[in-house]
C-alpha cells in the first residue's frame, strides 16, 4: 500500500476492502508477521488516507439501523421500518428513515 501511494504520487489512490474497519480487522497472516503494526503505521496512523464512505450496520433497542459516512459529509443515521407488506416483484421493499447526523461514529 504506501510503495503503491508513492507511486500514485498526487492522483487519487483508492483502498477499497468491505471488511476494513480498524487495525484490529486486519487478520493474523503467519507470512506477514508485522502486517498489523505496519496497518497501523501506513494506513490508521497516518492523516493521509481518508474515509470517503462507510456503511455501519447495527441494531439498537432491537431495531435495524444504519450508519452512513459518505464523503464530506458527516455520519448519517437510518433505521428500516418495520413493514413487511411493501413489495415490489414479490421482494420486500425496506423504506429507511433518517434519523439525523452526528459528527461522530
Do not use: H
Not at 501511494?5 to 506477514?32: H, Y
Not at 502486517?35 to 456503511?55: G, L
Not at 407488506?85 to 423504506?95: D, H, T, W
Amino acid at each position: 500500500i504506501q510503495s503503491m501511494d508513492e507511486q500514485m504520487k498526487e492522483r487519487l489512490f483508492l483502498l477499497v476492502n468491505p471488511f476494513w474497519r480498524n487495525v484490529d480487522s486486519w487478520g493474523f497472516n503467519i507470512l506477514a508477521p508485522n502486517a498489523k503494526k505496519r496497518a497501523q503505521e501506513v494506513v490508521f496512523d497516518d492523516d493521509k488516507f481518508i474515509e470517503t464512505y462507510v456503511m455501519l450496520r447495527f441494531s439498537a433497542r432491537g431495531e435495524r439501523c444504519v450508519a452512513l459516512k459518505v464523503y464530506p459529509y458527516d455520519w448519517q443515521l437510518y433505521a428500516y421500518l418495520e413493514d413487511d407488506s411493501r413489495s415490489y416483484g414479490g421482494n420486500i421493499v425496506e423504506e429507511a428513515v433518517r434519523l439525523g447526523a452526528s459528527k461522530d461514529e
